[in-house]
Structure formats: C-alpha cells, structure tokens
C-alpha cells in the first residue's frame, strides 16, 4: 500500500533545460510536502518543502507546485546544471500528527547532460 | 563537521551474529530517526525517538532494538541477523519531530 508514488524511476534532460519529477499521493490527510536529493553513498539531502495551504513554493532554482486537487506535487529545475543529477525523493506527512514520520516515494534518477 | 553521522559506513557480517549501528546527531535536535532503504529503494521508517522516548516503532521485527542513552545518539541493535536485513540505514533527526529530517550518510549492512 503505496501512499507516495513516483512513476518515473528515470529522467534524462539536457543541461540549461527545465527538470520536472512527478510525485502522487493517495492519503488526504497528507499536509506538508518535502523533496529530498540524494547521491550515490550519501544520505538525502533536503530540497524544499510546500505545506498544504500553499500551491507553490521557490527557492532558487528549485520550484515546487502542489495540486490538492489532484493530489500531485512537481518538482521544477530551472534551469538544471549536471550536478543536479542524483536521485530524487518526494515524501508527505502530517506535520502535527504523525510524529515526523516521513513516506517516502521510490526516487526517480535525473540525469542532466552537458 | 558532519551534522548526523553514522558507524559504521559499511557492515559486513554472517548470518546470526548481533551488530549495532551508532548515530550522533550535532545539530541539538529533540527527535531522531532510523530508516532503512531496501533493495528496491524504498525509505522506510522504523523507529523514532523524542528525547529518549520511543515515539514511533513500526511493523519491525523484535529483533531489532533501538536505544538513545541521550537525545543526540540514536543507536540500533540488531539480534540474530538474517538475509533479509541486507540493507542501507539511515538515521535523520529534526527539531520536535517537524520537518526537515536530516540524514546521515547511511550504512550498508550486508549479511553473508
């Protein structure tokens, strides 16, 4: 029983272009959104977060939108460089019930090329 | 001067034997975490901890104990090890429990 589901294990994209990683949730009590980055041999780092009350959030280069509606999250890279590629993890929770406890979707691997 | 760190970074051990992985986390966060991320990648939680208390256990195995002698180590005992404990886990921790978790560096236990 998948509550969180990345689709796409791969994603190649060409240096300079947009990044999109795709992330769905089945659980409507989810209410804060996080992306992690991970590389090989090290453990995720975070990347930015969107609570349930907003649609978007930006930092940088790293744009996150939220559709409730459809229970959907990206992830936008703009415009994506070749050290972002790692493998990236979406994760929900509910903030203030669930005692931090983070589900994690599958990763999806994005290769940025020169 | 490494936020969460884990040891150690690779275990390599027989069926049976008892190991434990230590965690230390630098950054004065309350609560920490184990995660184990299996051969299909999922991250999944297993433990937490809230200042030495036990806040979260999931579905795991008894085998398996975790123990905070402080709020800044999170160590995790394993018994009896078997095949399907082959893994690489994680620690996190954050500030009461509320996101972001940061990770350590994981460690990849392998049973032979």
């Known amino acids: 029983d998948q509550q969180v589901k990345q689709n796409s294990p791969s994603l190649s994209v060409q240096e300079g272009r947009i990044s999109i990683l795709n992330c769905d949730y089945t659980?409507?009590?989810?209410?804060?959104f996080l992306w992690y980055k991970k590389y090989p041999a090290e453990g995720p780092t975070f990347l930015i977060s969107?609570?349930?009350?907003?649609d978007k959030n930006e930092d940088g280069r790293f744009t996150v939108f939220l559709n409730k509606s459809a229970k959907h999250l990206s992830l936008h890279i703009v415009p994506s460089q070749p050290g972002d590629s790692a493998v990236y993890f979406c994760?929900?929770?509910?903030?203030?019930?669930?005692?931090?406890?983070?589900?994690f979707g599958q990763g999806t691997e994005l290769s940025v090329k020169p | 001067d490494t936020a969460v760190s884990q040891t150690p970074k690779y275990l390599v051990t027989q069926m049976g034997n008892d190991k434990s992985i230590k965690c230390e986390q630098n950054?004065?966060?309350?609560?920490m975490y184990w995660y184990k991320q299996d051969s299909k990648k999922f991250l999944k939680i297993m433990f937490s901890?809230?200042?030495?208390?036990?806040?979260i256990n999931e579905t795991v195995p008894n085998r398996f104990s975790p123990k905070s002698p402080d709020k800044a180590h999170l160590n995790l005992h394993i018994n009896s090890l078997e095949l399907g404990d082959s893994a690489v886990y994680f620690c996190?921790?954050?500030?009461?429990?509320?996101?972001?978790?940061?990770f350590g560096d994981g460690t990849r236990l392998s049973i032979l």
């Open positions: 950054l004065g966060h309350d609560t």
């Open positions: 659980n409507s009590m989810f209410d804060y």
């Open positions: 969107i609570s349930s009350i907003k």
């Open positions: 994760a929900a929770t509910e903030i203030y019930n669930q005692g931090g406890k983070l589900i």
């Open positions: 996190a921790s954050s500030r009461t429990g509320i996101p972001p978790q940061h």
């Open positions: 901890y809230n200042n030495k208390e036990l806040i």
